[in-house]
T-cell receptor
């Protein structure tokens, strides 16, 4: 299994509070991705990174920001959480091929 | 962007039966990936296909890259209870770059013991 961890694994927060999710990899892969998974929508790309300090928006980036200061860490921040951001968030990594490897996920509930 | 259509959306089968599912696209893909997601877990890569017509096996799983490059198939032989989960197909989004993937919405498999 690819060495990917996500923290926290579960979080409950209140509307309007900031939230940061962390993805950590031990594979030294260049590309890292944040997805959200919701019933009926499948996996949707939020943001991705193609190197340290190089990030770009995905399909559903509004309300989210990311940072990558080290190869191994990719942070996803919800500046002011809303109930519509209740979801399961997955981090993924890939090297030089198209294959992506996923982390275990973070279940976020915004009350 | 590109879209992938998976069918069936869900299926209930008896343990021991064979399973077939497919994924189609209106545009050509150069790679097809098949993932399985267990409840409460992240998707796990099962099989990667890189050439049209390619047939690749992983244990009881066999996947094929369609010769038109617009479809792919996944077969599971002699299903067992641990095959339960959601199976996703995926392929690189040629319009997006940076190794972004387009995912199908998944086929949910239930196995009746």
């Amino acid at each position: 299994d690819a060495g990917i961890t996500q923290s926290p694994r579960h979080k409950v927060t209140e509307t309007g509070t900031p939230v940061t999710l962390r993805c950590h990899q031990t594979e030294n892969h260049r590309y890292m991705y944040w997805y959200r998974q919701d019933p009926g929508h499948g996996l949707r790309l939020i943001h991705y990174s193609y190197g340290v300090k190089d990030t770009d928006k995905g399909e559903v980036s509004d309300g989210y920001s990311v940072s990558r200061s080290k190869t191994e860490d990719f942070l996803l921040t919800l500046e002011s959480a809303t109930s519509s951001q209740t979801s399961v968030y997955f981090c993924a990594i890939s090297g030089i091929a198209d294959e992506q490897f996923f982390g275990p996920g973070t279940r976020l509930t915004v009350l | 962007g590109q879209q992938l259509n998976q069918s069936p959306q869900s299926m209930f089968i008896q343990e021991g039966e064979d399973v077939s599912m497919n994924c189609t696209s209106s545009s050509i893909f150069n790679t097809w990936l098949w993932y399985k997601q267990d409840p409460g877990e992240g998707p796990v890569l099962l099989i990667a296909l890189y050439k049209a017509g390619e047939l690749t096996s992983n244990g009881r799983l066999t996947a094929q890259f369609g010769i038109t490059r617009k479809d792919s198939f996944l077969n599971i032989s002699a299903s067992i209870p641990s095959d339960v989960g959601i199976y996703f197909c995926a392929g690189p989004d040629s319009g997006a770059g940076s190794y972004q993937l387009t995912f199908g919405k998944g086929t949910k498999l239930s196995v009746i013991p």
